[in-house]
């Protein structure tokens, strides 16, 4: 059983940063892989990035690809979402999501994923 706890959300001007954290609970972090995840009101939740459990791959979609970067310390048991260049359409509530066992061609899939933070509100003013 992994607990997931999303942090760092917030408002933020068009423009600005911000960085998300996923704390995890359990002793074998390392053999998850994690994304992000993000829904904005009256949307469908959609992907934003994925990282390995070793964190030597990462995955991203093509509308944060160059201004987001996901990494991972797995001594911390914490995953990280540097979000730079923030415009207005990124403003959702971004939940982190674990899985030891999904393959990265299944990175994309939110259901693909066994556990799920509570979210965290991000907010870009324009």
């Known amino acids: 059983q992994v607990q997931l706890v999303e942090s760092g959300g917030g408002l933020v001007q068009a423009g600005g940063s911000l960085r998300l954290s996923c704390a995890a609970s359990?002793?074998?972090?390392?053999?998850?892989?994690v994304g992000w995840f993000r829904q904005a009101p009256g949307k469908e939740r959609e992907f934003v990035a994925a990282?390995?459990?070793?964190?030597?791959?990462?995955y991203y979609a093509d509308s944060v690809k160059g201004r987001f970067t996901i990494s991972r310390d797995n001594a911390k048991n914490t995953v990280y979402l540097q979000m730079n260049s923030l415009k207005p359409e990124d403003t959702a509530v971004y939940y982190c999501a674990a899985d030891k066992y999904i393959g990265s061609y299944y990175y994309t899939r939110g259901y693909e994923y066994d556990y799920w933070g509570q979210g965290t509100q991000v907010t870009v003013s324009s």
């Open positions: 359990g002793r074998t972090f390392s053999s998850y892989a």
């Open positions: 990282i390995s459990g070793s964190g030597s791959s990462t």
